[in-house]
């Protein structure tokens, strides 16, 4: 299952997001430091089944199936708050961050009404320039890889120099378990000009761009911009905007009230929509009613939903450009062998092919791959044959799957 870690400066609503994510009760308070240890919770990304245009009832096994909304799993890890400096041990440090180590993008969550000074403390809002948070969380992710690269950077540096071995073979070993790839250090060499062959001459700057890059290249981020149910939001939002970052205006307390509502039976409400519906206002304390219309106003019809879905589904979809396949094996039935059918949906990365789909399944299954089957065209797949989102695959291997 995919992973994605909340982080953030202190106090900006990650716990709130993380609870309207994942409807886990989890501690929210207005001060620093609430998160102590990292909550971990599932999420789903949404999508439209393809079960319409087949025409067919599907009985979802890796995920759900609502009324023609396919809903994917993913796993969401809330961590506690970060400070500048936590990498040199302010606030609660960073040791936290190896609960993300896996985690293939990152939602930074920051106050876009800018009522929170730098150490998570309230303040006058609009009195804080939220970029300033998401860039110093930044920098700490970049401190946080580059102390494990320095961790063992004297041996690597000799290793290397005295050719025994490469630059890219040394970085791989030391960071294949943060999700960083051979070809994110080959990138990052490339795009910083470093010269691979004599790593000793670079300084401790140079390093740490080198881990920003890094990590920008594995673990992406996407900015929450949250609290923007908060009058004056706007201006932090077109900050965060056009200092280049991706960004979601959400408020996280306004989907977790919807999400809880729609629990009760309360509101008719997915998330990802763009409105709510009261199912018997009789039933609605003045309170619940006050709330509610001020989700609507605030939230609803000024930003057209709560942000916090499109968190997901922009992250995975979009910035990760993951594109979602539906394997079956018998491709008339479109089921599995006990007759499932679309029993499952696998979130691919773009350029994948079938036989990448076949291993993903199973490894017996890419070894022995002989072909695979379109379901919509009926035509055969090579195995090189790259896929795109919503294909329905079955795979033809010389192996029974088990
Ligand atoms: N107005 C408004 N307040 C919010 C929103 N989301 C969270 N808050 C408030 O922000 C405060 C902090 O929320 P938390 O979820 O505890 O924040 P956190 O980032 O997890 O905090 P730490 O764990 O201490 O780092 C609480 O008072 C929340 O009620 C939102 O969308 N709008
Ligand atoms: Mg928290």
């Given at each position: 299952?995919e992973?994605?870690?909340?982080?953030g400066?202190?106090?900006?609503?990650?716990?709130?997001?993380?609870?309207?994510?994942?409807?886990?009760?989890?501690?929210?308070?207005n001060?620093?430091?609430?998160?102590?240890?990292?909550?971990v919770?599932?999420?789903?990304?949404?999508?439209?089944?393809?079960c319409r245009?087949?025409?067919?009832?599907?009985?979802?096994?890796?995920?759900?199936?609502?009324?023609?909304?396919r809903?994917v799993?993913?796993?969401?890890?809330?961590?506690?708050?970060?400070?500048?400096?936590?990498h040199?041990?302010?606030g609660?440090?960073l040791?936290?961050?190896?609960?993300?180590?896996?985690a293939?993008?990152?939602?930074?969550?920051?106050d876009?009404?800018?009522?929170?000074?730098?150490?998570?403390?309230p303040v006058?809002?609009?009195?804080?320039?939220?970029?300033?948070?998401v860039?110093?969380?930044?920098?700490?992710l970049?401190?946080?890889?580059?102390?494990m690269?320095?961790?063992d950077?004297?041996?690597?540096?000799?290793?290397?120099?005295?050719?025994?071995?490469?630059?890219v073979?040394?970085?791989?070993?030391k960071?294949?378990?943060l999700?960083?790839?051979?070809?994110?250090?080959e990138?990052?060499?490339?795009?910083?000009?470093?010269?691979?062959n004599?790593?000793?001459?670079?300084?401790?700057?140079?390093?740490?761009?080198?881990?920003?890059?890094?990590?920008a290249?594995s673990?992406?981020?996407?900015?929450?911009a949250?609290?923007?149910?908060?009058?004056?939001s706007?201006?932090?939002?077109?900050?965060?905007?056009?200092?280049?970052?991706n960004?979601?205006?959400?408020?996280?307390?306004?989907?977790?009230?919807?999400?809880?509502?729609?629990?009760?039976?309360?509101?008719?409400?997915?998330?990802g929509?763009?409105c709510?519906?009261?199912?018997?206002s009789s039933?609605?304390?003045?309170?619940?009613k006050k709330t509610l219309?001020?989700?609507?106003?605030?939230?609803?019809?000024r930003?057209?939903?709560t942000?916090?879905?499109?968190?997901i589904?922009?992250?995975y979809l979009?910035?990760?450009?993951?594109?979602?396949?539906?394997p079956?094996?018998?491709?008339?039935?479109?089921?599995?062998?006990?007759?499932?059918?679309?029993p499952?949906?696998?979130?691919?990365?773009?350029?994948?092919?079938?036989?990448?789909?076949?291993?993903?399944?199973h490894?017996?299954?890419?070894?022995?791959?002989l072909?695979?089957i379109?379901?919509?065209?009926?035509?055969?797949?090579?195995?090189?044959?790259?896929?795109k989102?919503?294909?329905v695959?079955?795979?033809?291997?010389?192996?029974?799957r088990?």
């Amino acid at each position: 299952m995919e992973i994605t870690g909340i982080v953030g400066k202190a106090n900006t609503g990650k716990s709130t997001l993380f609870s309207a994510m994942t409807l886990v009760p989890v501690q929210v308070a207005n001060y620093p430091f609430t998160t102590i240890k990292p909550n971990v919770g599932i999420t789903h990304l949404r999508i439209d089944c393809v079960c319409r245009e087949f025409g067919v009832k599907d009985n979802p096994k890796n995920s759900l199936c609502i009324n023609g909304v396919r809903l994917v799993p993913i796993q969401v890890i809330d961590c506690p708050g970060i400070v500048r400096g936590a990498h040199a041990g302010r606030g609660l440090g960073l040791q936290f961050l190896d609960e993300i180590r896996q985690a293939s993008a990152l939602i930074v969550v920051c106050d876009a009404a800018g009522a929170t000074d730098a150490d998570g403390r309230p303040v006058e809002p609009g009195t804080h320039d939220p970029v300033e948070d998401v860039r110093m969380v930044e920098e700490e992710l970049a401190f946080w890889i580059a102390g494990m690269i320095e961790k063992d950077w004297r041996r690597i540096c000799r290793a290397v120099e005295n050719k025994q071995s490469t630059l890219v073979d040394e970085l791989s070993n030391k960071l294949s378990g943060l999700g960083i790839a051979p070809s994110h250090i080959e990138q990052s060499i490339l795009s910083l000009g470093i010269n691979p062959n004599a790593p000793s001459k670079l300084g401790k700057n140079e390093l740490l761009r080198l881990a920003m890059e890094l990590r920008a290249l594995s673990k992406p981020i996407l900015v929450a911009a949250n609290k923007v149910d908060i009058e004056g939001s706007e201006k932090g939002v077109e900050r965060l905007r056009s200092a280049g970052y991706n960004v979601i205006p959400c408020s996280a307390e306004a989907e977790r009230i919807l999400r809880m509502a729609a629990e009760k039976g309360l509101v008719r409400y997915t998330p990802g929509d763009p409105c709510f519906e009261i199912v018997d206002s009789s039933k609605l304390t003045p309170q619940q009613k006050k709330t509610l219309e001020m989700i609507e106003a605030r939230v609803l019809e000024r930003w057209g939903s709560t942000g916090v879905q499109q968190l997901i589904n922009v992250a995975y979809l979009e910035i990760l450009g993951y594109i979602p396949v539906y394997p079956v094996e018998d491709a008339d039935k479109l089921c599995d062998k006990h007759g499932n059918v679309l029993p499952d949906v696998y979130l691919l990365p773009k350029g994948s092919t079938a036989r990448d789909l076949a291993y993903k399944i199973h490894s017996e299954l890419g070894k022995g791959f002989l072909y695979a089957i379109d379901v919509r065209t009926k035509l055969r797949l090579g195995e090189k044959h790259q896929l795109k989102s919503g294909d329905v695959i079955s795979i033809i291997s010389t192996t029974k799957r088990g």
